[in-house]
Nanobody, 114 residues
């Protein structure tokens, strides 16, 4: 059974930084593409960043240059380093794996004040 547990969210002022973590189990982590999504109230869940097994990354235009996705295969964990945060980054952040795209954690809330 796939389990994804997000953590690291919180309240931060605009311009600040947060580092999110997602611990995965029940998947072949080292060969699985991992991704971060976010969902603001009343909005759809959108892809933020993804990282493939060999390290290739992709980012949504809104976060390019500010967010960095990384992975630690030894810890079965994917990270999202968020710098220069803006109020429009406020959302619940979820991780996901293409190993099982239907599996979601409970998410972690990021609130950026103006």
């Amino acid at each position: 059974q796939v389990q994804l547990v997000e953590s690291g969210g919180g309240l931060v002022q605009a311009g600040g930084s947060l580092r999110l973590s997602c611990a995965a189990s029940g998947i072949a982590f080292s060969i699985s593409t991992m991704a971060w999504y976010r969902q603001a109230p009343g909005k759809q869940r959108d892809l933020v960043a993804s990282i493939m097994s060999k390290g290739s990354t992709n980012y949504a235009d809104a976060v390019k240059g500010r967010f960095t996705i990384s992975r630690d295969n030894a810890k079965n964990t994917v990270y999202l380093q968020m710098n220069s945060l803006k109020p429009e980054d406020t959302a619940v952040y979820f991780c996901n794996t293409r190993f099982d795209p239907n599996a979601w954690g409970k998410g972690t809330l990021v609130t950026v004040s103006s």
